[in-house]
């Protein structure tokens, strides 16, 4: 038997004139998620719905999950408009909501073609009563019921139980295209992700110090790119190796200021590569004070070597906060595998706190690190 999928839209259906522009992207990007395990998707009536056999299930859920622009999704029965049809598919719908655990209930009826010959009260009467005198334990609560059993009367009649919640936010690519600083740590990920729910596809930028950081921490870094671009809907990650940059930092600056000068040369190094890959916008995942490159002041520093945007979307976020969705996209795992990155082999042990803008900026420029900054992106597509 083919399972059925009902998608419910998110955020997008707050869009006006721009809606079809929204949803068209939404469903090329199902298809592209579906790829591969056959089920179909159709539009009918601003609905949109997923078929596919049971043998694809677990590939067509994964897709569901991935998709970012819709607020829920759930499997659905579909019938004839005919009453005695529903009534039954209500019922075997109840009996799989009450062996799923659900011990109370309340129907709930919507009737989008006006002339089916029930109105949504009497629809939902006569569901309630067939489903209680089918399945008697199973009883009504109508203020905090288990499950809703929900009834739509559309160009066919739609039933449904229990309903799964879908990533919210808006379709990836219906915003401009981000270039996401991507580290091996848990936070980058993450801001990865959220920024692709806010409508935005991304590229991504590594800082790699090889040999000083192994080629194992470079691999974490293209599994973590790959989590992230199920979400983005791809993602093409460019690996710069930073070794040289650093070591100018390391021979020309004092020691307190080495990790405020290298995040200015990686947000230096970010807007060039934005710039000639035509992305808008720089996404990181720092969060205000939560080492010491992410004060206030530092960040005023970092943020100075760039003239697009600079999205922050963790910057008021609690660590444990982060980590949660760090495990709920997929990314925690390999997030904690331990290899270093180049920023644990060159941190001081008392880093400068507060950096003065115009300190920073004339340390910065004495170092004259645009040519290795040039150098380190000229070999940086993978
Ligand atoms: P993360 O967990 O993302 O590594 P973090 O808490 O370790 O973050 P920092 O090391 O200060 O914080 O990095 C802040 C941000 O700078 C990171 O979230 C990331 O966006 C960027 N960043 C840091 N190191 C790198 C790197 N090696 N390559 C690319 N981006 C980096
Ligand atoms: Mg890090």
Redesign the pocket.
């Known amino acids: 038997m083919s399972l059925l999928y009902l998608l419910k839209p998110g955020e997008l259906v707050l869009k006006g004139g721009n809606r079809p522009q929204f949803e068209r992207i939404l469903r090329s990007n199902l298809v592209a998620l579906l790829k591969g395990t056959g089920a179909q998707i159709s539009y009918t009536n601003g609905r949109l719905y997923v078929c596919c056999e049971e043998a694809s299930r677990a590939g067509t859920e994964d897709a569901l999950k991935h998709l970012a622009g819709i607020s829920g999704w759930t499997q659905a029965l579909r019938c004839p408009k005919t009453i005695n049809d529903i009534l039954e598919t209500a019922a075997s719908e109840a009996r799989v909501c009450f062996d799923k655990g659900a011990r109370t209930f309340k129907v709930d009826c919507r009737r989008t073609d006006k002339s089916f010959p029930l109105n949504s009260y009497e629809i939902c009467c006569a569901a309630g009563n067939h489903i209680l005198s089918t399945l008697p334990a199973f009883k009504v609560d109508v203020r905090k019921p288990d499950v809703h059993i929900n009834i739509e009367i559309r160009e066919k009649a739609y039933v449904y139980g229990f309903e799964e919640h879908g990533l919210g936010g808006l379709p990836a690519g219906t915003a401009a295209r981000g270039l ?10 993450v ?1 990865g992700y959220l920024m692709a729910l806010r409508g935005m596809r991304m590229h991504a ?5 090889y040999p000083y950081a192994s080629n194992e921490a470079r691999e974490k ?1 293209v599994e973590l790119a790959r989590i992230v671009g199920r979400y983005s809907m791809g993602i093409r990650l460019f690996v710069a190796n ?1 070794t040289d940059v650093q070591m100018a930092i390391k021979s020309g600056a004092p020691e307190a200021w080495r990790v405020v000068l290298l ?1 200015m040369a ?1 947000m230096d190094c970010a807007a060039r590569l934005a710039h000639s890959t035509r992305c808008k916008a720089l ?5 205000l004070s ?2 010491a ?2 004060t206030v002041e530092n960040i005023t520093c970092t943020q100075s070597r760039s003239k697009i945007p600079v999205l922050r979307p ?1 910057i008021g976020m609690d660590k444990e906060a982060i980590i949660k969705l760090s495990r709920a996209i997929g990314a925690f795992e390999t ?1 904690i595998r331990p290899y270093p ?3 644990t082999l060159f941190a001081p042990e008392h880093p400068v706190l507060h950096a003065d803008l115009d300190e920073a900026t004339a340390l910065y420029e004495s170092l004259n690190l645009g040519p290795f900054i040039e150098d380190s992106l000229r070999n940086a597509a993978s």
């Open positions: 996401l600083l991507l580290s091996g740590g848990i936070d980058s990920p801001a930028l590594y800082f790699h110090s870094v930073f995040r990686m996404i990181t995942g720092e969060s939560q080492v490159s992410q963790l997030s990155d180049c920023c």
